[in-house]
């Protein structure tokens, strides 16, 4: 299968500062990209989903302004979390989708986001 | 909305077969897929079936889908210590470009 690649896979920032975490399809082009957050022994919430090149369209309740997603290409979505708390510290899984319609979604490493 | 219910937790015995079960709501779903997931990691694809399909057999794994009931289904034959995870359902619905809805997934435990 396709390979995404998440990184960092695991990163420890301070209060008020600002975290990027990378999504990138290594092997095909990813038209839409996907963001999840995990709490603990929860299932996966989808946070916004990203076509390359258009703005990001962010689920109900997810803070558009906090949680900044970028899509400039089309093997490379960001998520960048601002002025972090530590009640952002979760599990972050991005998945790449390289068509519609139920094409499969290819899920990255995650990146476990802790903050002090 | 959309709600995709799991059982939470599984226990087996290594060599026996596991059924995780899952049921869902919303029947305009497209595909469903099983997901593994292992302590830290990511997702892994483990099966999907289309949903005019009934059954899909690959390997060790079988999925049954129930339309009727809305009731998807994950057998795995001879389990293994190894497939100790959590177990993600989820689906997919027309148009939505690989959006997936995901189950509140079951967490597996094999015993020797």
């Known amino acids: 299968g396709a390979v995404v690649s998440q990184h960092p896979s695991r990163v420890i920032c301070k209060s008020g500062t600002s975290v990027k975490i990378e999504c990138r399809s290594l092997?095909?082009?990813?038209?839409?990209m996907f963001w999840y957050r995990q709490f603990p022994k929860k299932s996966l919430m989808l946070m916004a989903t990203s076509n390359e090149g258009s703005k990001a369209t962010y689920e109900q309740g997810v803070e558009k302004d906090k949680f900044l997603i970028n899509h400039a290409s089309l093997t490379l979505s960001t998520l960048t979390v601002t002025s972090a708390h530590p009640e952002d510290s979760s599990f972050y899984i991005c998945?790449?989708?390289?068509?519609?319609?139920?094409?499969?979604?290819?899920f990255g490493q995650g990146t476990r986001l802790t903050v002090v | 909305g959309e709600d995709v219910e799991q059982s939470l937790f599984l226990s087996v015995r290594e060599g026996d077969s596991s059924v995780i079960n899952c049921t869902y709501t919303?029947?305009?779903?497209?595909?469903l897929y099983w997901y593994k997931q292992e302590p830290g990691a990511g997702l892994q694809l483990l099966t999907y079936i289309f949903s005019n399909m009934d059954m899909k057999q690959d390997q060790r794994l079988t999925v049954l889908l129930n339309k009727k009931d809305k009731h998807l289904s994950l057998r795995i034959a001879d389990t293994q210590t190894g497939d100790s995870a959590i177990y993600f359902c989820?689906?997919?619905?027309?148009?939505?470009?690989?959006?997936?809805?995901f189950g509140t997934g079951t967490r597996l435990q094999v015993t020797l």
């Open positions: 919303d029947s305009s779903s497209t595909y």
């Open positions: 092997d095909f082009q990813a038209t839409t």
């Open positions: 989820a689906e997919v619905f027309t148009g939505t470009a690989s959006k997936l809805t």
């Open positions: 998945s790449a989708s390289s068509g519609g319609g139920g094409t499969e979604a290819f």
